[in-house]
Every structure is written in structure tokens, then in C-alpha cells.
């Protein structure tokens, strides 16, 4: 039945969903990739959809933006309507060197500033990991389109806006890019026993000053697309 943050119903969302951070990405994937896709979210704008993938079910869903939100969504996904393995797909800012404008980035782990492993109240510090399954999957997907990507750790910060400027202090300990949603989601997947991923375009470079615009971070990071999609069709 409908959570307060989505109206679909049980069986409306496949087992398999992609997720980016904005909703229009979602829309855009739905309507470029999917065959079929019918609309089953709309509340708070965080358009979900429903289609097929050469003939494999996946559902794509926005997150908004930051671990919060994506926390909420993703708990909902894993825990209220069984979904099996959520792979992000978002924009992440480059830290280090060797990694351009437009690269894809395959995030093993997920390094944070974040308190959001404080709600488990473990006798330590957690790494929040992506899922051996879905990483080989997405590798495999990556090296066929032939395409520059790279995987390792990646930072998911709380901060957009960071008056501490530490992403010299990151790239020294070799983390390859920034974003906002990764280690929430991987925790959640861990508690919940399920999958997930988070496959990343670098929109910006802030150590070198280099962005993309907000058109081509919504519509034209396709080689992203086609490898999540590519993963959600191989782990059917």
C-alpha cells in the first residue's frame, strides 16, 4: 500500500529500480530507455515510473537531493515494496587527478562526513560498501561500452556548500570523487539485506574549476544510463 512519500501499490515497482537524485532524470530515463513506462509516483514531485528494458522489468525513481532524503526513499523502496537492488545514478564533483569531466565513476565504497550510521549504535566506525553483484555487473557493462570509467571510493558529503574546503584533504587519501547520497543508500541496503550501487558522471571538476551545465547533467549523461540499465538487465 502507499507510504506518505509514494502512491504506488505493491507490485507497481519492479524488483530492480534506478535512481537518480531529480526526478526529470527519471522522467527522462523512463521515456528515452523503458519500454512502456506507466507513472505510479508523483507525490512530492518524486516522479517514479515503471517499464521494461529489453523485456526485463525496472522501475526509476528520483531521490531528491542529500542522504535524508534518499534514506527515506530507498528504506521505503527496500522495506515496503521489495525491491532487491537500487542503483544510483547521479553526478558527482572529481577529486582526484586523474579523473575528468564526464568520466563515470563506479563507487565501491563510500567515505562520510555524514552521522547517519549513528541510528545502529555499533562499537566503531562502518564502510559503507556497494554490493560485489551489482559492481561486477556494472564493471562488465562499463568495459563492453568502452567508455573511460573508474571505480573506487567515493565521499558522500552532507555539505554542498563545505566552509572547511576539504576535498584537497580527501583526494590525498585517494577517494575519487563527491557526492551526496551513497553511503545512506549502501547502509540502508546493508540493513535491509538487499543490493545497491551507485554509478556516477563527474559534472564538475572544483579543484580545477570545470562544470558541465544543469541541461546536460539532466539529459545527456547517457553512458551512465546505459550501464546501470545494462546492470539491472544482468542481475534480472
Request: a negative charge; hydrophobic letters at 40%.
Amino acid at each position: 500500500m502507499p507510504t506518505p512519500h509514494n502512491n504506488a501499490n505493491k507490485g507497481d515497482i519492479a524488483k530492480t529500480v534506478l535512481m537518480p537524485g531529480d526526478p526529470l532524470r527519471a522522467k527522462f530515463i523512463a521515456e528515452n530507455y523503458l519500454e512502456d513506462p506507466v507513472c505510479y509516483n508523483e507525490v512530492r514531485g518524486m516522479l517514479g515510473y515503471t517499464g521494461k528494458y529489453k523485456g526485463v522489468p525496472v522501475s526509476v525513481q528520483g531521490s531528491g537531493m542529500g542522504m535524508p532524503s534518499i534514506g527515506i526513499y530507498s528504506w521505503e523502496l527496500f522495506n515496503e515494496y521489495g525491491v532487491e537492488n537500487i542503483i544510483r545514478v547521479g553526478t558527482a564533483g572529481a577529486i582526484a587527478d586523474n579523473v575528468q569531466l564526464r568520466d563515470v565513476v563506479i563507487g565501491m565504497s563510500a567515505s562520510t562526513n555524514s552521522a547517519y550510521a549513528s541510528q545502529y549504535r555499533l562499537p566503531g566506525t562502518y564502510a559503507p560498501t556497494a554490493s560485489w553483484s551489482l559492481i561486477s555487473a556494472a564493471v562488465k557493462a562499463a568495459q563492453e561500452k568502452g567508455g573511460s570509467f573508474h571505480v573506487g571510493n567515493i565521499f558522500s558529503s552532507d555539505t554542498f556548500y563545505d566552509d572547511a574546503d576539504s576535498l584537497a584533504q580527501w583526494q590525498k587519501i585517494g577517494v575519487l570523487a563527491i557526492e551526496m547520497e551513497a553511503a545512506a543508500l549502501y547502509m540502508n541496503a546493508a540493513r535491509a539485506g538487499k543490493n545497491a550501487l551507485c554509478i556516477l558522471t563527474v559534472s564538475d571538476c572544483p579543484l580545477k574549476g570545470l562544470s558541465t551545465s544543469a541541461e546536460e547533467r539532466q539529459t545527456t549523461f547517457r553512458d551512465m544510463m546505459e550501464i546501470a540499465l545494462e546492470t539491472a538487465y544482468s542481475v534480472k
